[in-house]
DNA sequence: GCCTACACGGAGGCCGCCTCCGGTAAGGTG
DNA sequence: CACCTTACCGGAGGCGGCCTCCGTGTAGGC
């Protein structure tokens, strides 16, 4: 790649970042051409269509996601650690309001997405922490992987969706977590 | 009104309804007037935005969740009750691909949108169904209705963004049910 | 230093949102 | 029944977003 086409791509990327942290992943993307000093025919030579652009985003915040997965492996308590990292999952996906959406069709689509890579890395995390709580006879033997992503999805929209007020998002959390986990006696 | 002006609106109100079941709320309101055979000012002048005429749509349906709400009060198990009205509501919200965020934003909206009265009844009548279960001590005591009606919001939301895969939203739904029971033991 | 392939960016087509205004006809009144 | 007022109609048009195409410019190998 030539190195102008390189810095292009880079400085959109980094513009894209701010705005859909900002605005959501409906934001519009010759506002991110215009801020990136470029012509949307650039913006578009690189990134075919918004979902690819969305991938290309959140996979240059993929680091934090790992970084939060080894702060949360270090919680001692195994249940905690697994309300730990839906919290985690929720905040990431939550970090790019409207992300939720695009994710879960990643979550099941057939083909291979860009999108898809992210969400299979959450997957196996999730699964990793899952099995050690099952283990450990706190989750709930029927709960799968999958089940959990999809939880941190809806708990990531509810609380998108509902705004400034959080007790919508946390009331529906509490519900999970007691579903999620085997009832202490 | 004038006649005019009444079967215009009503005319409006029914290609609504079939544009809003067919391409969620998201759907073209120009496309809505020139299916009804008039001008995008007359559908402007009617409903003066999208939220205004959605929310007429949705109380043309009102109807059907009250027989539905009849329907489940005649489930003699009480437990099996809440449930069937959290998926009466759930059918409800996602019969309309995409609502469940404008309906999530009036549940908890200062002002008066004309979605809140929607809200009013669910919560209504969803605050009843939870009563019962509590006093036969199948429901947790922290639950309240409007979290419940949240998670149906959430629920309807899974289940539209996963299209015709079912399992996602199944594996959330026990999650849920598991979540706002009681234990037996 | 030249040349060529790659990259740039803006013009433009299309569509949706919404507003405004000149024309039209409904329906009350004499 | 004819007239007049007034509410209503509908389309033109401004704006902004999505995306494409192509003439122009320049990076970097030779």
Do not use: K
């Amino acid at each position: 790649m030539r190195s102008d086409a390189r810095r292009n791509r880079d400085l959109l990327l980094a513009v894209a970042r701010q705005h859909v942290r900002r605005h959501g992943v409906t934001t519009s993307l010759e506002a991110i051409a215009r801020d990136a000093g470029v012509g949307p025919g650039t913006l578009y030579r690189h990134f075919p269509d918004r979902e690819n652009l969305l991938a290309e985003v959140l996979r240059a915040e993929s680091d934090e996601l790992g970084e939060a997965r080894d702060r949360v492996a270090r919680e001692p308590d195994v249940a905690l650690r697994l309300d730990a990292w839906l919290h985690e999952m929720e905040q990431h996906i939550a970090s790019y309001r409207g992300l939720s959406g695009p994710l879960v069709g990643a979550l099941e689509g057939a083909e291979a997405t860009p999108l898809t890579l992210a969400c299979q890395e959450m997957l196996a995390t999730t699964e990793r922490f899952l099995a050690e709580a099952r283990a450990a006879g706190v989750a709930r033997a029927e709960v799968t992987a999958h089940d959990l992503v999809g939880c941190a999805a809806m708990l990531a929209w509810l609380g998108s969706t509902c705004g400034a007020d959080t007790r919508q998002a946390d009331g529906a959390r509490e519900i999970l977590r007691s579903g999620y986990r085997t009832p202490h006696r």
